[in-house]
């Protein structure tokens, strides 16, 4: 009996499913089953399911209890393999794919499905997604095994769809688990930050205690939340600037620049997680965004609202375990230097990033006398770009010690200038340049590195028309989409082990994954985390004496974590 089938929900309610071979081709006969779960659940045996979208099918399933063990997206194996091809932006769906194969009019993919706060509904699932026979959704999936036979490199190539649909999976699990959350604590922290709330929903207190400071300040009324306004009222007492950064106002001198400061973070945090936030996205004790994998062309995450990624520490005192209960905060030590030894193959890198020890001071030691916070800049500016000042310094004092790691990206930043296809280690392909505003802005530095952010040349994104700025978003590309490619692996191994456990995934974002679990499987989950690593590194990579090691908090509370 073969362990892997197909299925396509039928118009009626019902579902047909089929057993497949080694070829991809039917087994047996097509069968109509009544209802999905039934179909799945009679089915203990099969392993993997083949379908056309997970969030169609997968959310349906875990409504019913039923868990899958893995499964392979249509969809999704479309989009990677039409990257790998030079044809990223072509439409994606399995009617797109079955018209490209039959030859016909190519349909658009329908708009993705706009956020719903607090509900259940399908993940991303389109509107209006048309739906395939399984004689024809095999076709697809046939021809994809084809076109995986001609990928650059065939079993990478393999490996990268069947981990990014695993992540599917996850992504789906993690909405349905949802982020432990005290609503209770959330309103505490609002009002320790922001006061009491005023009468028709206008600036809590606060906000307006800190405008009438500005305003004071200057002498004038000003509106602190109208970056115009406040640049204005900066001119009218004789200081120029261009914006109300951070980073510009803190070099100002004026007494309106304290509680400017002030206000704008706090501003931020009412506007993106104060009371609206806490009733539109919090309930039944879960915090509920919708985790998407793979959602930019890195790899990385994203979500359909919710702002689960940019959570502010001070928020973070809410995503509290349930009693009984821990929060495992498990991150990822140094993933991109990390990632470079093992894509590079550089053995002086890979050297370092196989032992015990701190990365970047081991780097230092070799090469900048013992400098930690140098040669970390010097790392990080080799991946992101650094093109003068201290950075070509720092890059030449790199170079002699890591050839390779540097040649590498050197390639890859080579590539993307003259318009080639630049790839991850498992085939994960960087479109081409299309101009401004495709929403890939997401891929370039890391959010939480100021460090790193003051790398000369940083752009946020790589969709510009202009060579130097694609090189390196180019040069960032094949280390930051292979760590997610690396991620998608440890998250699938990470699963299989809490499979067996009470233990749930509740949040991943990058480098970092959260699981919550009863307090006396916690040593088993940080052990899974270990293993789920190294295991992950061995099928990325291959073997190589690189070392993907997590810093593993258990705390109560996500915020005493770091």
């Known amino acids: 009996m073969t362990d892997r089938w197909a299925l396509a929900p039928a118009e009626d309610g019902g579902v047909d499913v089929a057993p497949l071979g080694p070829d991809g081709l039917p087994a047996g006969p097509v069968r109509r089953e009544p209802d999905l779960a039934g179909a799945v659940r009679g089915r203990p045996e099969v392993t993997r399911w083949v379908w056309r979208s997970t969030p169609e099918v997968y959310p349906r399933l875990l409504a019913t209890g039923v868990r899958v063990e893995r499964c392979y997206d249509i969809e999704d194996a479309e989009t990677l393999l039409l990257g790998h091809e030079g044809r990223s932006g072509e439409p994606h769906s399995a009617a797109a794919a079955l018209a490209r194969l039959r030859g016909g009019p190519v349909p658009p993919d329908p708009p993705p499905r706009a956020a719903e706060p607090g509900a259940q ?19 697809v999936y046939a ?25 599917m999976l996850v992504a789906a699990e993690m909405n349905r688990a949802g982020v432990p959350w005290s ?40 509106r602190p939340d109208l970056p115009a306004d406040v640049v204005k009222a900066f001119a009218q007492a004789g200081i120029k600037v261009k914006s109300t950064r951070r980073w510009e106002l803190s070099s100002v001198d004026h007494p309106a620049v304290r509680p400017l400061l002030e206000y704008k973070k706090l501003y931020r945090i009412w506007v993106a997680h ?7 996205w919090v ?74 020890t701190d990365l970047y001071q081991s780097v230092s030691d070799r090469a900048f006398s013992g400098d930690r916070a140098q040669a970390k800049l010097a790392v990080l500016g080799a991946v992101y770009g650094q093109t003068s000042g201290d950075g070509l310094k720092n890059l030449a004092a790199l170079r002699r010690r890591f050839p390779k790691a540097v040649a590498y990206v ?32 997401e891929a370039g530095m890391p959010q939480e ?35 997610a490619d690396w991620a998608l692996l440890m998250l699938a191994a990470l699963r299989r082990t809490c499979a067996d456990l009470a233990a749930e995934l509740v949040f991943f974002q990058h480098d970092e994954v959260i699981v919550h679990c009863p307090e006396k ?41 770091k």
Request: glycine share 10%; proline share 5%; with cysteine.
């Open 121 to 139: 509904s399908p993940l991303f699932e389109p509107q209006g997604s048309a739906r395939l026979t399984l004689d024809e959704l095999l076709a």
């Open 143 to 167: 021809e994809q095994q084809r076109r995986h036979d001609r990928a650059e490199h065939p079993d990478r190539m393999r490996l990268l769809t069947a981990a990014e649909s695993a992540g």
């Open 410 to 441: 050197d390639e890859a930043a080579r590539a993307g200038e003259e318009g080639r296809l630049v790839r991850t280690w498992l085939g994960r392909t960087c479109p081409p340049a299309t101009g401004a505003g495709d929403g890939t802005e």
């Open 521 to 561: 499987e916690t040593e088993a989950v940080v052990a899974a985390i270990r293993e789920a690593a190294d295991l992950a590194g061995r099928l990325t990579f291959g073997q190589t004496p690189v070392r993907f090691p997590f810093t593993t908090a258990v705390v109560e509370c996500y915020a005493d974590a």
């Open 274 to 280: 104060g009371w609206t936030w806490l009733q539109d």
């Open 449 to 483: 590195e100021p460090e790193e952010q003051a790398a000369e040349g940083w752009v946020p994104g790589y969709a510009s028309t202009n060579s130097r700025a694609r090189g390196r978003f180019a040069r960032n590309f094949v280390v930051q989409g292979s760590a």
């Open 183 to 222: 609503a209770e604590v959330h309103r505490e922290v609002l009002r320790e930050l922001l006061g009491e709330r005023y009468a028709g929903g206008g600036e809590p207190r606060r906000l307006a205690e800190l405008a009438d400071e500005v305003s004071a300040a200057f002498g004038r009324r000003v």
């Open 283 to 356: 309930r039944d004790g879960r915090f509920r965004p919708e985790f998407h994998a793979g959602g930019t062309v890195t790899g990385r995450w994203v979500t359909n609202g919710g702002g689960a990624l940019q959570i502010p520490k001070v928020i973070r005192r809410a995503a509290v375990a349930d009693p009984g209960w821990r929060l495992v905060v498990a991150d990822a030590d140094q993933m991109e230097p990390r990632v470079l030894a093992a894509i590079s193959r550089d053995p002086g890198l890979m050297e370092v990033a196989g032992r015990e």
